[in-house]
Structure formats: C-alpha cells, structure tokens
C-alpha cells in the first residue's frame, strides 16, 4: 500500500559506501572483543494493567526484561537462575550460536530445562551479526512476559552503513493477558480448543492510553525537530503479526535480523512474531505529539484474535511545543485493515540485501515442506469436554504431515552429541507424503497428521533450498517461520501453490534478503536457502506460539565437518538434566 523505493534519500550515499568498508572489515580479526556478564533472576513480580494486578515472570523483576548491549564479536555469559515456579529456557533468538548449539535454549531440542530452584549459564560470541536481536523464554508460553532487546552495534572503531542516529529506541512489541499465560495454552491443551487471545497489546510493556487505566503510564519516545532517530522495532508478541504506524512519518527501514538492509522508504511496518526492523524516523513534522501504534495483521479467515490498539508517544521536545502540544490529543495513524495482506506483502518483497551477494546455487538438499494447520478427530472414549475444537475436535498442527513433539527425557542435542536411541528419528519425509491441492480444497482425509519426533539430517557443508508451502487445511495464514542456528536467503514468496517450472523464474539470487524468520503469506509460499555450515540439532517452527504448541516444527541435525572449527563444543558442565 504504502511502501516505495526513495533514491533519492540521502541515506543511500551513505549506506553503500559505509556497507562497503564494513564487508571488507568484517574479513579483519576480532579485535578489543569484550565479555559481557549477566545475572538474569527468573521470578513472579507483581505488575498491574488494565486495571488488574496479578503475577507475572519476569526477569529481574523487569516488564520487559532486561536490554542487553554488545557490538559484533563480543562474548555474552549470563548466569540464569529459576525462582520461578516453572521450568524455564532463554533463547537468543537469531544469533548463529556457531558451534555452541547448548546455548541455544529451546527445550528439549538443545538442552533440559532449568527446573526451579536450578542455574544454567548461557556461553556464547556474537560472530559477524550487527543490528537487532532479542532474547526469550522457550519453554511453554513464558515468553509472553520473559522477553528483552538484544543490541548489536559494530566492532570498536567501525560505524553504521548509514548516517549516525542522535538516538536510538528499542520498542518491543508484546501482548497481555488478564491471566496467566501458561493457564491460558494449559486449558488449551486440556480441552483441544484455541486458547483466548489476549486483552492488550504493548509497546515496552505497556498498553498505552486507549486502554483502561494505562494512561499515565504510556510510553513517551522523544525527539527533536530536525534530527534523525534510530527505532529498533521487535514483534516479540506470543501469537499475532503486528503491523506497525508512527501519524504522518515515514520511515526508512535499514536492517532487519541483525542484517543490514538496502534502505527503503515506507509508512508501515508488518512484522511476524520473532521479526526486528531497523527504522531511520526524522522528526520533519510540525512539532506536536504522534502516536506511534500496532495492531493486529490477522490472516487468518473466521479465527478470533484481539482487535485493539496499542499506542506509544512521539514527542517533540521542541520548545514552541511544549505549552501547545500538552494541551493537545496526539495525532492518530491511519492503521491498515486487520485483513490487508495486499499491504503486509507490500512491505515483506521491498527487503534486498545491501548489496550483491554470493548466493549458494549447488543444492545437496531441495526440500518441500508443506506447513499448515489440522484437526484431529476426538479419540475413542475421551471425553467430550477434551474434544471442544470444530466439530468436537483437536487442533493440531504439522509440516509434511508430522506433527512435533517434544522429547521428555533427554535434549535432542544430548542424544545427537552422545548417541542416545530412542529420542528421535531421522526420517523427517523430505517432500509431503501425498501430493494435493495445498491451497485448495483439501480432502478431510488430510486433515489429521501423524505424531512424532523426526528430524533431516544433513552433512556439514551441504546447500539446502526449501520451499515453504503453507496449506488451507481448516484455514490459511500467515505464519513466521524462524529457523535456529542459521540466517538464510529468501529468494521469492507467492500465493497459490508454488509450481518450479513458473516460480523459479522468480527467484532473486542477486541480493536476496538474509533473515531468521520468514513471513509465509497466507495461502502462499517462500523459498529459503541456506548452506549447513553450523553443527548441531537446529528448531525450525512457526514463530506463533499457540502453532508450536500444536505441533508446527521439526529439526534438522546437522553433522560435525572436519576438525576443531567444524565440529559442536562439548556440553557445558552446568548443562541442567531432565
């Protein structure tokens, strides 16, 4: 709808040049790396909103938690101890973990648990990424309050690919629950329905004044008339993409993922759970206050989902505002439709890389992975109030007809590293067991998949290119698909089914966008590609929590290659035990 390439902006002079230097430096030694030590303290903190105070997990006693700051080739080790009364895991969501896949944090894939009352410290270097990352709870639905900002500025003495902002702003959006979020996915679980959706959204934590009872605690995000702003914008919502407004600003988006991106020029943003967007704002509007708001892009036809609004504040500090603009309501954005996917696609095709790149074009691996929702019909002699989904049914989700789940005993890493049987196999189906109509009518009789722990193996060094194919089963939708361990090419998205004799002539193998989680368009397809260079035992799963609760996931394992560099570290000897 609103998005167009600005070649004009002065940021393009600056960005090419400065992207240059920064490759070619990027080939020097790490030099003055720092380690950098945290205590992250996993406890229930009191926290009132919408007018109702309740308990909720925290880090730190922080809503949201703690913002860490790094630059490129830093060390990060973070002490994590469970006061809680659940089991918790941090995931250091898209930072490649080279060869330290035990801190990766998703449990039961590379480690157990940290059960309350145990510690687990996270070790690992932040190798070649710039730009914004962020860490999270992942274990059960604790992320919906256990999340934070992970800043990643260049090495000492290097500098960003475009003009230095005066500021920069972290803004993590979130959603809330009036209960407790892990009631919510249990009673979920228990009867077979979909959980509730949530009361607000957030911005850093709070609703802002179009709620109940949160307008003083709105969040203020100043600036100056004239000078330009650095907004690093993360969707670190449990269950819902989000698009994104500041009233009568444009913005100039300039990385995503922690890569940089060729800069262009828009009035929306559209980000999927697991998605950061590095935006330029310039403060060119008559000073006054702006809203800066989200809302829900839901996809998905007939399914539920929470239609607010939640806002923030651009204020400018100016002093011909400051008597004018407190008197004053901010200016509201104009918001897209919940449904306006044309707008969403819009936003996710403008991402190129900064510049050519070397995209692997020897593919070891060309796999098909059909994605989508599914229904299981109610078990024999299980009662009906377990049964509460459509039609007296159990939701479910699957990729090529395999719905993930997660081991108990042991990590999925441990039993790769140590050999242990049983845990999973390794006949994840590289292509959907039976061919049909993806995005079509689908036939009821594949509708219910089979269970299982199955992963793809493959060898160290190998190419693979896989085609996401999300299906109509019950319904289509959008779903943010992140891969562990890895950055990766998107090379084309579609609607429809993808057909390789027609959309292979789509793909962009010149300066295709590197990212860790994939917007799959609702009814459509993405294709990815990406080189196994990384061992270990790496999740990929829709980013939506409530599908990777239902099972949207596998893994794939990858092999040690040749020598020290290429082979996974031993497990830390704090790694905690089922």
């Known amino acids: 709808m609103e998005t167009s390439k600005n070649t004009s902006n002065p940021f393009y002079c600056f960005f090419y040049i400065l992207s240059f230097l920064l490759l070619s430096m990027s080939e020097m030694p790490i030099t003055n790396a720092k380690v950098h030590n945290h205590n992250f303290v996993v406890q229930a903190t009191p926290v009132k909103r919408l007018c109702k105070s309740h308990k909720i997990i925290t880090v730190n006693g922080m809503y949201p938690g703690p913002t860490l700051e790094v630059q490129n080739g830093d060390t990060l080790v973070v002490n994590v101890v469970n006061k809680a009364r659940y089991n918790v895991t941090i995931h250091w969501h898209g930072v490649r973990q080279i060869r330290t896949g035990w801190a990766d944090g998703p449990e039961f894939v590379t480690q157990c648990p940290i059960r309350p009352g145990k510690s687990y410290t996270y070790r690992f270097t932040i190798q070649g990424q710039e730009g914004t990352l962020w860490w999270h709870a992942h274990s059960s639905w604790l992320r919906a309050t256990v999340y934070g900002a992970l800043i990643i500025r260049p090495k000492e003495g290097e500098s960003y690919p475009f003009p230095k902002p005066k500021r920069e702003t972290a803004l993590l959006l979130g959603e809330w629950w009036n209960k407790n ?200 002699g299980v009662s009906r109030s377990r049964c509460q989904g459509p039609n007296g049914t159990r939701f479910t989700a699957s990729m090529n007809n395999v719905s993930f789940v997660l081991p108990s005993n042991f990590s999925m890493l441990q039993a790769h590293q140590q050999g242990i049987p049983g845990v999973f196999t390794t006949d994840f189906p590289a292509n959907p067991p039976r061919k049909f109509d993806y995005t079509g009518n689908v036939s009821r009789s594949l509708w219910q998949p089979i269970t299982g722990t199955k992963v793809y193996r493959l060898k160290y060094g190998e190419t693979v290119q896989l085609v996401l194919q999300g299906t109509s089963i019950f319904t289509a939708e959008n779903h943010p698909i992140h891969l562990h361990g890895y950055d990766f090419y998107i090379l084309a998205e579609g609607f429809g089914n993808f057909n390789p004799s027609r959309d292979t002539a789509k793909f962009n193998l010149v300066d295709p966008p590197l990212r860790n989680t994939a917007s799959l368009p609702v009814g459509g397809w993405t294709v990815i590609r990406f080189v196994a260079d990384n061992p270990g035992v790496w999740l990929l799963h829709c980013h939506l929590d409530v599908h990777i609760t239902w099972g949207l996931a596998m893994a794939f394992v990858v092999e040690n290659g040749a020598g020290e560099l290429q082979t996974l570290e031993p497990p830390p000897a704090d790694l905690p035990v089922c």
Request: hydrophobic share 35%; net charge positive.
């Open 181 to 380: 979020p892990i009631d919510v996915v249990r009673q979920a679980t228990r009867t077979g329905a979909a959980p509730n959706v949530s009361d607000a959204y957030t911005i850093n934590g709070q609703p802002g004044d179009r709620y109940n009872c949160s307008g003083k605690d709105t969040l203020i995000v100043p600036i100056d008339s004239g000078e330009t702003n650095l907004l690093r914008v993360v969707n670190s919502a449990l269950n819902q993409q989000l698009f994104f407004r500041v009233a009568k600003h444009k913005f100039t988006v300039v990385g995503a993922d922690a890569s940089y991106v060729k800069p262009f020029t828009t009035s929306v943003l559209m980000l999927g759970p697991g998605q950061t967007t590095d935006v330029l704002i310039t403060a060119d509007q008559p000073p006054a206050k702006y809203y800066i708001a989200a809302r829900a892009y839901a996809s998905a036809q007939g399914a539920p989902f929470d239609n607010t609004t939640t806002t923030a504040i651009l204020e400018y500090k100016s002093a011909s505002c400051s008597a004018k603009c407190n008197s004053t309501k901010p200016h509201m954005p104009r918001m897209p439709a919940f449904n306006d996917t044309a707008t969403a696609t819009s936003f996710t095709t403008k991402f190129r890389s900064p510049r050519k790149v070397e995209v692997p074009t020897k593919i070891d691996h060309n796999l098909f992975f059909a994605v989508g929702l599914g229904l299981n019909n109610c078990p024999r």
